[in-house]
């Protein structure tokens, strides 16, 4: 369940029946509502009592502050595994950067979310300190729905390939400063593209001010506004006729 919130297998804002989980995942309803209690104290769903378990809009107040966090950490370890990786650590840094071209080629977003992941957890480890990546990947949940969201835009793999080939280039080449220079530029990407993402997908952001109804899932509301309008001009039309 975990999973599909942070994938955006289940989209912010679409409704969570606890009755359906329960039959989907063979459990009774109560370790499925305090599993949805979990979800909710990290901020994954958002429960209100009389309308439903919803999945949770993503925050935008806390993204700039989360990737500043990232960006701090992961200069850190870029800059030591230009210092300390080792020849068989680069060669797995690179396989891992081919991963993402494959992918990016079959236009497969989630095999190349995966080979992104994995580029960054193989630079901690050639730094010597995998828990950065731990520690990054404890931090960054709403983050990683955003990015979910900035895949899909025209380029946007191939500039991240581009962003990575640079940072794997410099640590090959023991150059620990333009190492951590060019993983800032790249995570300095994600903040540049927060309006834009948002603008294009409105109904999946929430501000900082504490939801107190239920979302409105826009697909959805859509086709209603529509009926609405339809409606109207139906009415304006008689008017007119009379």
């Not at 731990?134 to 899909?152: A, C, I, M």
């Not at 993402?197 to 899932?217: H, Q």
């Not at 826009?218 to 008689?238: D, F, I, W």
Request: charged content about 30%; glycine content about 6%; some cysteine.
């Amino acid at each position: 369940m975990r999973a599909e919130l942070v994938s955006l297998e289940r989209l912010p804002g679409e409704p969570i029946s606890e009755p359906e989980l329960a039959k989907s995942y063979g459990f009774s309803r109560t370790p499925v509502r305090e599993a949805l209690r979990k979800l909710a104290d990290e901020g994954l769903v958002e429960i209100f009592p009389q309308s439903g378990t919803f999945a949770a809009r993503i925050p935008l107040a806390a993204l700039p502050e989360t990737i500043v966090i990232r960006k701090a950490l992961e200069e850190t370890s870029a800059r030591l595994a230009a210092e300390r990786a080792r020849r068989s650590q680069i060669i797995a840094l690179l396989a891992e950067l081919e991963r993402q071209r494959e992918a990016s080629r079959a236009g497969d977003r989630n095999a190349f979310h995966q080979a992104d992941e994995a580029f960054h957890g193989a630079i901690a480890e050639a730094a010597g300190y995998r828990g950065i990546w731990t520690l990054v990947e404890q931090v960054k949940v709403h983050v990683d729905r955003y990015r979910r969201l900035t895949l899909p835009q025209e380029g946007r793999m191939t500039r991240a390939i581009r962003e990575h080939a640079a940072i794997a280039a410099a640590i090959e080449s023991g150059d620990g400063p333009r190492a951590a220079q060019a993983m800032g530029v790249h995570l300095d990407g994600l903040l540049a593209d927060i309006p834009n993402i948002r603008r294009l997908n409105p109904d999946y952001f929430a501000d900082e001010t504490p939801a107190r109804e239920p979302p409105v899932n826009g697909r959805k509301a859509r086709p209603r506004l529509k009926r609405a309008v339809r409606e109207e001009s139906h009415a304006e039309l008689k008017m007119r006729r009379c």
